[in-house]
């Protein structure tokens, strides 16, 4: 009997990690504090929330989180239009990098074994953040390079110029804010945990 209570009391925290932290996401989306406003690029920090839950929950409860990043995307370039919206209406471009943040997020904390956990979060939330900005941007190349291009006012060969920049400025901006924000979050909860 405490076997299934056990059980139920999981699944229970785990759903209400998934729909707190989905929240979260959207609300960063819908007020705008999702975004850094830096003199040199505007950093996202929209992705911290997928990570956040996939270490404290797993990567079913990171993947859940991700993927309502992505429908949010969506919802939000489909009634609030950019130069952009082209590409990111589009599932493969907008939900299919944010579920895999909880992968490769997933797989490198359980695969660094060092003891700092300070250390091991930001390194699996790193690899979370570049895995969002070079997911979004590789799947828009893939499949809307022309579009982009033409969007960027740029040729083919700019447009892959563009994208190899902004994952030298945001992205990797972005990853060490991820890591940050992450390491401090995830290492809060769990010392409330015990």
Known sequence: MNNVFEVRKTKVRKLTVIGLLSGITIFLGLSGYGFIQLPIARLTIMHIPVIIGTILEGPKVGMAIGFMFGAFSIFQNMIAPNLLSFALVNPLV??????????TTYLVYKAVRIKNQSIRISIAALVGSITNTVGVLSMILLLYVDKYAAAKNTTVQGAKKLVLSVVYTNGILEAIVAALITSSIVLAVKKMRK
């Open 94 to 103: 907008s939900i299919l990098p944010r579920i895999l943040i909880a992968i």
